[in-house]
């Protein structure tokens, strides 16, 4: 059974911002219009979505929260992995990792520790959360002699996909041990990419470990899509960016674009999601336009 995280209810819109004329996306592409996902009647298997990029700073985790709450939203059932020594995903949820006496470290490690003693509930109804701490940092050297040490996760996650519709799972900014796990427990994964010009750089590096792990050790893996972050449509540099990653990858990058907006460091203070602490905001409808895209895909 899970247990419960209390946080502070927010409720204060914000400002809107247009990101494309209508019908046409922020690149200038023709923009489908997703529509809100059918309700189900039964849950599971889950969808396991790996959030990854070995650049920091780039919103995986925003993206993570926000996207699951939105998910859940229209009916999902939604797991967050927090899979960062960091714990960043935990924080963002209001948990404090350090009076964590078990997280997913000990799932991993112990086996006498299984993930329902570990999983938490969010205040977001149909969200639950895998929490971390540093103390997956030590995993990642424990787990370098262990026999499959890759399908660690895998194994982990394994009794939990019957009971959710998706699994999100948030990587740390790197691609070691840790992110090679992720991977091979994963379906598919979303690339947070910031509208910057150095984050271009690591791109071809990731799709090169991407592609490595499907050839290896996961072959259902696939690039769901690449999402532009931090976008601001006033800079000529963060326009350029994004029109060299769609001539990049074309249909690999979601129509939904998440622009900068002072919400996201507010919502981490209040531990909750943009969905229900800005509800009205252009950030939270952005998200819920991801999922209806993520969902459609």
Not at 24 to 51: E, I, Y
Not at 95 to 120: C, F, G, K
Not at 231 to 254: C, K, Q, S
Request: net charge negative; glycine share 8%.
């Amino acid at each position: 059974m899970a247990k419960s995280i209390h946080g502070s209810p927010g409720d204060e819109p914000a400002e809107a911002l247009r990101l494309g004329a209508e019908g046409v996306d922020a690149a200038g592409r023709p923009s489908p219009v997703f529509p809100d996902p059918p309700p189900l009647t039964t849950h599971g298997p889950a969808w396991v979505l790996a959030m990854c990029n070995q650049k920091g700073g780039v919103g995986k985790t925003t993206t993570a929260i926000n996207l699951g709450a939105a998910l859940a939203e229209f009916g999902r059932r939604v797991l967050l992995v927090d899979f960062d020594p960091q714990g960043a995903l935990s924080v963002g949820l209001g948990v404090n990792p350090h009076e964590l006496d078990r997280t997913i470290y000990n799932v991993l490690m112990e086996s006498d520790v299984s993930a329902e003693d570990v999983l938490l509930k969010t205040n977001t109804p149909g969200m639950d959360l895998l929490p971390s701490n540093i103390d997956l940092a030590a995993a990642e050297l424990q787990l370098v002699s262990e026999v499959a040490r890759e399908q660690a996760l895998a194994r982990v996650l394994a009794p939990l996909r019957p009971e959710y519709d998706v699994i999100l799972i948030d990587c740390q900014p790197s691609l070691g041990l840790l992110t090679v796990n992720a991977l091979t427990a994963a379906d598919g994964v979303i690339i947070p990419l910031e509208c910057e010009f150095f984050a271009l750089r690591g791109v071809a590096l990731l799709m090169q470990t991407i592609e490595k792990v499907r050839e290896r050790l996961n072959p259902r893996l696939e690039l769901t899509g690449i999402l532009a972050t931090m976008f601001d449509p006033r800079t000529v540099h963060a326009r350029e960016v994004l029109a060299r990653v769609v001539e990049a990858f074309g249909d690999r990058v979601f129509h939904t674009v998440i622009a900068r907006t002072v919400r996201f460091p507010e919502t981490t203070v209040a531990g909750e999601p943009i969905t229900s602490y800005a509800p009205a905001s252009a950030a939270a409808r952005a998200y819920r336009d991801l999922a209806r895209e993520v969902l459609a895909r």
